[in-house]
T-cell receptor
């Protein structure tokens, strides 16, 4: 079975631009979470979605938004990019919000210049 | 306020010996703990987990110990192999509003020397 997939793998943007990152969960998994990982830190929770509804939100500004589609894939959108948004963005999937274990994709590395 | 702490940023161990990675947490509401391994340019890979109702869980070379009174967990790798060289993250979670939310530590870089 395919694992969590994310696209693109790498992305370079300039300050003020907008970016959209995509994630496809493991087949049968209906919950998707997004994390930001900056160098030297652990993943920081951004959003969780389940059945197209937001189930959790971390401490990130409103420039960050996400959505989940009927096929359970998800998009993370970041507006008005700042230099500090440069990070590895990770998507994780699990069967449902109360499944205790989640599985990560390879991530999208975003560089904001 | 860091609720999950990995105080050792790095650890070096000889091949064949035991690697012990430590993690401390502050929130007594956490009831499920996980360890992930991360290689460069890859996403974290799930290794092993433990529920707060247990104090030990084993999976092959990997054992996780949980000491609830000390709010401490550790990952033991025996025997350590060069392929175990990676960054290890511990994560803690609690069921909140119908979902599990995960808090990650900052990671420990393990280097297994051949």
């Amino acid at each position: 079975d395919a694992g969590v997939t994310q696209s693109p793998t790498h992305l370079i943007k300039t300050r003020g631009q907008h970016v959209t990152l995509r994630c496809s969960p493991i087949s049968g998994h209906k919950s998707v979470s997004w994390y930001q990982q900056v160098l030297g830190q652990g993943p920081q929770f951004i959003f969780q979605y389940y059945e197209k509804e937001e189930r959790g939100r971390g401490n990130f500004p409103d420039r960050f938004s996400a959505r989940q589609f009927p096929n359970y894939s998800s998009e993370l959108n970041v507006n008005a990019l700042l230099l500090g948004d440069s990070a590895l963005y990770l998507c994780a999937s699990r069967r449902d919000p109360l499944a205790e274990t989640q599985y990560f994709g390879p991530g999208t590395r975003l560089l904001v210049l | 306020d860091q609720q999950v702490k990995q105080n050792s940023p790095s650890l070096s161990v000889q091949e064949g010996r035991i690697s012990i990675l430590n993690c401390d947490y502050t929130n007594s509401m956490f009831d499920y703990f996980l360890w992930y391994k991360k290689y460069p340019a890859e996403g974290p890979t799930f290794l092993i987990s433990i529920s707060s109702i247990k104090d030990k869980n084993e999976d092959g070379r990997f054992t996780v110990f949980l000491n609830k009174s000390a709010k401490h967990l550790s990952l033991h790798i025996v025997p350590s192999q060069p392929g175990d060289s990676a960054v290890y993250f511990c994560a803690a979670s609690a069921a909140t509003s119908g979902t599990y939310k995960y808090i990650f530590g900052t990671g420990t870089r393990l280097k297994v020397l051949a």
